[in-house]
């Protein structure tokens, strides 16, 4: 269970709790004995329902927290997307690209869009950071150039 799913079963305790009657400023100030709680009636329903946000919650914190998403490996994007990825780190823009390699600018868009796509992302900037991170342009290369 995610932290998304952890808070909604506690706001839906909380909830419960308001339909007792009780702030959740009176839950989080309890400060033991010396403080009067005034006694609350529970149905069967109501208390399963409590019970099971409260089973839910603790299941939430035993469950480890999902694991991140993996780097790209460096045969998600073909070596024309890998080469066109690493002149647009260098600041080139599709038609300067297209020169350089002798192709036409809409082929440059094209193996940029695909990139995109597998790096999830419709910006050049992002996509050139990603690419970098995940080892797909040599930064080597970049300090060359």
């Known amino acids: 269970m995610t932290a998304k799913h952890l808070q909604i079963e506690l706001d839906k305790l909380l909830s419960e709790l308001r339909s007792l009657g009780i702030a959740p400023d009176e839950v989080a100030s309890y400060a033991g004995p010396q403080k009067s709680i005034r006694p ?4 069967r329903e109501l208390a399963t329902r409590i019970s099971a946000a409260i089973n839910s919650a603790i299941t939430a914190l035993d469950e480890p927290e999902e694991p991140p998403v993996p780097l790209l490996a460096p045969n998600d994007l073909s070596a ?15 038609s ?18 695909r990139a995109f796509e597998r790096l999830g992302t419709t910006d ?22």
């Open 40 to 43: 609350v009636k529970l149905d």
């Open 80 to 94: 024309r997307q890998k080469e066109i990825l690493s002149w647009v780190a260098l600041g080139k823009s599709n």
């Open 96 to 113: 300067v690209v297209a020169s350089i390699l002798g192709i036409s600018p809409h082929t440059v868009d094209t193996h940029l869009r």
């Open 124 to 145: 050049r900037t992002v996509a050139a950071i990603k690419g970098i991170n995940a080892g797909l342009i040599s930064t080597g290369a970049l300090k060359a150039a």
